[in-house]
């Protein structure tokens, strides 16, 4: 039996609406799941004095540096929780196909949607399902992606279920946000929690913007041999301009807003102070409705009018392509399965949540009936707005949302409510149980599917919470992806960094005189001239005494 | 790079020597104010806001204190020049560039930003002595990351053009305030600039009006001198628009710079204290118009593009 201390004594795995949660970190009271014990050894060490000094230094660095988030006008330190979470390589190798395979289906899906439409011929989706989409833009049909790529970048969120099962929550192919902050939460930890990393062989996730730099280079007209890739930018009063900002700087492009761009006889070109230099991919993260007021909404300022003529005319390229809501709507997302079938020809590998489409009266009837049990949302919402979880909702407002999906039942789908797992996480001064889904994300080059190692781990704060999105106050974690077996590092040589140090293999018998201070084996730093000559100081000393009736200093 | 930036940082140069040479500007008068009783403090008062550019308060001239004057130029955010102003705005300059200057670059703007505000306002937080040294450590900060951790490339360039620009512009205002009244501090005036020391070493004696004076405006190595600082601004948009062609520069604020700083260069010193007087106003305004001339250069360098409807339904373009 594992001993337990202070911070994990009353931990127990919460329940959720009668079901009990999985918890990421222990299989029941007091056992660790594999992989996790080393963790809870560290955390046992530590008392609770000591994590709130290391949240608030967490916090210091986040203001410092700027990654902050917007809540209600207010810049707060971005909430990363001083728990990682952890994923085991096998299970990890298991999610990432499961999310290649989607993301491969739902390429397929746009190809099909904005081009022959043959799964609609099939009758596989019926057609109207996606015209009646507010996300379908017939601006982006005949738009050829030159590599045939249209989700540059997906975050594909996924929940785990009380029965230990990875199930898909919903697909974001416009403008998923979120990266920057596994970043830099990596980063973080590294900070103000060294010794954890040095119990763990933790996969890297820092490889994202040059993996990201690679795609889009890769998606450049045809004919461009040396594309120029800028990332455009709502500007900086966006909650994720920090992530633009931050990929803008790791990828080393040029960070532009619509008011940089302009278009002209075909091309776009961005106003620098040389004049103007033509673009040839925009990484976007402005809405489809914004990107060009001639196409969209004519009221938009942070656009670029004539950005999709040029895209169609095919001088540059946009990512994410126009109109890839059509395929994480709500309600396409209800097909998927389907569209992995009839694409692919496999099995999915990722579960949905069971979903009701309230366009079928049979199964707006029987959603109706269990009104109470269901959760709720909006087709068009994200975000986390408009949800309506059913268990929690009062009467009024269950009255209200009965109305509106009779009046409007293509707005709204139905889930069954997922007891979504749990993790130990510091609140209030205390270590408990917090709901938690994950955002992995995943990029495509034209060749290759490449999922981030882990994701974004979004913390539902409040006790019994379950909805995680950043904009309704939720927290993340750090998520590591870690190898169980055999490769982690012996703890003694952590514990005694001198003794392992000790036993490197140092080159001997070269001409080079090695420094005996310097464990590394290099020169000591070269010394300046010696201004502390002991003989000398006392000389001054005693010159001291007769300053006051010497020369002037001045004269000398 | 994009125009957009490359204004931002021009301007994180300017906010961030305002924001210092205000701050030594402010430091040295409350000094002397403690210091000597000569002169009625409402009148040296009067005049320092005078030279800062900034309406006189709503108080009677003969009201004015010290502190009222350092609460106007050092915390007042309702006066765009002072201290705090210039920080906020350095610092959502550099939010909007952040990632074309190095992060580090960026945390210090932040933080500075962070630190003045810690407690809501920065008046609370801060004495007035220990505000000025704090402006003045953190201005110190940021250049030595603008000199140690950026490419000596065009966001360099333009950053060193504004803090350059800037310089020469407090300088010569607080010259021309100074040499207009009664024979002025010159210790305090060089003080002012941090030169007091360097003049001293320089020329070994007390400084006197026309030494002083020949020191804050010519001296070739100081670096916050006059002309040390037209130069580095002048060389730094020579390398922004090399010359290639068999005619000098095409480009209308070198030209500027470069004229003022030939005056300089060339000026007979003997005749300095009695060309003082237009000197001086000159300088701001050449600077002034080295500005507006870079601006139009760099930063509106591109065609407006006019969408119209030609006919109903059918789009155009103009370009102008």
Not at chain 2, 178 to 187: K, L, Y
Request: with cysteine.
């Amino acid at each position: 039996m594992w001993v337990m201390g202070d911070l994990l004594d009353d931990y127990s795995p919460a329940r959720a609406y009668g079901r009990s949660a999985w918890d990421e970190m222990f299989e029941e009271r007091g056992s660790p799941r594999p992989g996790a014990r080393a963790l809870c050894d560290i955390l046992q060490s530590l008392s609770g004095v000591e994590l709130e000094a290391r949240a608030s230094a967490r916090d210091r660095m986040f203001r410092d540096r700027g990654i902050t988030f917007q809540l209600s006008g207010e810049e707060r330190p971005f909430p990363l929780d001083l728990i990682p979470r952890l994923i085991v390589e096998e299970e990890w190798q298991e999610l990432e196909r499961g999310i290649v395979q989607r993301v491969k289906a739902l390429e397929a899906l746009l190809a099909d949607v904005y081009g022959a439409g043959r799964i609609f011929a099939d009758g596989v989706i019926p057609r109207r399902l996606v015209t009646s989409s507010e996300h379908f833009h017939r601006a982006a049909w005949g738009i050829e992606p030159p590599n045939g790529v249209r989700v540059h970048v997906a975050g594909i969120d996924v929940v785990r279920g009380g029965d230990g099962n990875f199930y898909v929550l919903e697909d974001n192919l416009r403008c998923p946000s979120g990266v920057s902050y596994v970043i830099e939460n990596r980063r973080m930890m590294a900070r103000i929690f060294p010794e954890l990393f040095a119990s763990h062989r933790v996969t890297a996730v820092d490889g994202y913007p040059a993996k990201l730099l690679e795609a889009l280079r890769a998606a450049a007209p045809l004919g461009v041999a040396d594309p120029t890739v800028v990332v455009m930018t709502p500007g900086v009063y966006n909650s994720a301009f920090f992530e633009h900002s931050f990929l803008a700087r790791q990828m080393g492009v040029e960070l532009v807003e619509g008011r940089d761009l302009l278009c002209h006889s075909g091309r776009v070109y961005m106003r620098t102070s040389d004049g103007e230099r033509e673009v040839h991919v925009i990484y976007r993260r402005v809405d489809d409705e914004y990107l060009d007021p001639l196409q969209f909404r004519s009221d938009s300022l942070v656009g670029c009018p004539g950005l999709i003529n040029v895209a169609r005319s095919g001088n540059v390229t946009l990512a994410n392509a126009v109109g890839n809501g059509v395929a994480d709507d709500k309600l396409t997302y209800t097909y998927l399965p389907d569209a992995i079938r009839y694409y692919l020809g496999e099995e999915p590998i990722l579960r949905n949540v069971s979903t009701h489409r309230l366009e079928d009266p049979e199964q707006l009837a029987h959603a109706l009936e269990r009104i109470d049990q269901l959760v709720f949302k909006p087709v068009s919402g994200s975000g986390g707005y408009g949800i309506v979880i059913g268990p929690d909702a009062t009467d009024e407002q269950l009255a209200s949302l009965k109305q509106d999906l009779t009046l409007n039942p293509r707005g709204w789908i139905a889930q069954e409510l997922v007891a979504l797992s749990t993790a130990p996480t510091w609140v209030d001064n205390r270590i408990a149980p917090r709901h938690l889904d994950l955002r992995p994300f995943a990029i495509n080059d034209g060749n290759d599917i490449w999922v981030l190692p882990g994701g974004l781990t979004r913390v539902a704060l409040p006790e019994g919470g379950l909805v995680v999105n950043s904009s309704q106050g939720g927290g993340s974690k750090d998520t590591w992806v870690i190898a169980t077996q055999g490769r982690r590092r012996a703890k003694a040589a952590i514990r005694r960094p001198e003794q392992s140090a000790a036993s490197n293999d140092r080159p001997s018998g070269g001409s080079q005189q090695w420094s005996s201070g310097s464990p590394f084996g290099a020169f000591d730093p070269e010394p300046g001239p010696s201004w502390e000559d002991p003989d000398r100081l006392r000389q001054q000393e005693r010159q001291q005494q007769q300053s006051g009736h010497g020369q002037s200093p001045l004269g000398c | 790079m994009l125009s957009r930036i490359a204004e931002s940082l021009f301007w994180i140069g300017r906010y961030v020597e305002r924001a210092e040479d205000t701050a030594r500007i402010l430091d040295v008068h409350v000094h002397h104010l403690l210091e000597t009783q000569v002169e009625s403090e409402a009148e040296l008062c009067a005049r320092l806001l005078a030279v800062m550019g900034v309406k006189a308060l709503d108080v009677d001239p003969d009201q004015l204190t010290s502190q009222r004057v350092v609460d106007r130029l050092a915390f007042d955010l309702s006066n765009p020049s002072s201290i705090v102003s210039s920080l906020v705005a350095a610092r959502a300059n550099g939010r909007g560039v952040s990632e074309a200057i190095s992060s580090e670059l960026w945390e210090a703007l932040n933080i500075t930003y962070n630190t003045i505000f810690t407690e809501g306002s920065p008046s609370m937080t801060f004495s007035a002595y220990s505000f000025f040294r704090f402006v003045r450590e953190r201005a110190a900060v940021i250049s030595g990351l603008i000199d140690s951790t950026m490419s000596r490339d065009d966001a360099w360039r333009f950053m060193v053009v504004g803090r350059s620009l800037e310089r020469v512009d407090m300088l010569a205002r607080l010259l021309a305030a100074a040499t207009s009244g009664p024979e002025p501090d010159w210790v305090v005036l060089l003080r002012s600039f941090s030169a007091h020391e360097a003049f001293l070493r320089t020329y070994r004696r007390e400084p006197e009006g026309a030494l002083a004076a020949q020191f804050l405006l010519l001296d070739r190595l100081f670096p916050r001198s006059a002309f040390f600082s037209l130069r580095a601004a002048e060389d730094c948009l020579a390398e922004l628009d090399p010359i290639s062609g068999r005619l000098g520069p095409s480009d209308e604020g070198r030209r500027v710079l470069g004229r003022l700083r030939t005056t300089l260069e060339f000026i007979q010193v003997s005749e300095l204290m009695r060309e003082l007087g237009g000197l001086l106003p000159d300088l701001q305004r050449q600077c002034a118009a080295a500005s507006m001339a870079i601006a139009s250069r760099y930063f509106r360098k591109t065609n407006v593009v006019e969408w119209t409807m030609e006919r109903e339904g059918v789009e155009g373009v103009t370009t102008r």
